[in-house]
Nanobody, 115 residues
Framework: QVQLVESGGGLVQPGGSLRLSCATS????????MAWYRRAPGKQRELVAR???????NYADCVKGRFTISRDNGKNTMYLQMNSLKPEDTAVYSC?????????WGQGTQVTVSS
């Protein structure tokens, strides 16, 4: 079974940056559109950004211009570069296929933006 492992989260001050990674254990990663999602306390999971197998990207309005999604199909890994972080970006960030979330969810990685 393909596993998803997210990493790179942490505590950062407003205006800071983090780079998240989503590693998969399977070899089918390259054919899927992948996405980053986040869930803030007391809120539903929301789509942050997605990237097709060919590298086309799409972002939620709230992160556009601040976050960059990318992927390395050779390494079965996807990334999320987050700049100019805001307190409202605080959430658990997870990855999965888009739009059907067909893989088992990983643990996610906590991002906390606070001074």
């Amino acid at each position: 079974q393909v596993q998803l492992v997210e990493s790179g989260g942490g505590l950062v001050q407003p205006g800071g940056s983090l780079r998240l990674s989503c590693a998969t254990s399977g070899t089918i990663f390259s054919i899927y559109t992948m996405a980053w999602y986040r869930r803030a306390p007391g809120k539903q999971r929301e789509l942050v950004a997605r990237i097709t197998s060919g590298g086309s990207t799409n972002y939620a309005d709230c992160v556009k211009g601040r976050f960059t999604i990318s992927r390395d199909n050779g390494k079965n890994t996807m990334y999320l570069q987050m700049n100019s972080l805001k307190p409202e970006d605080t959430a658990v960030y997870s990855c999965n296929t888009y739009p059907d979330n067909r893989l088992a969810w990983g643990q996610g990685t906590q991002v906390t933006v606070s001074s």
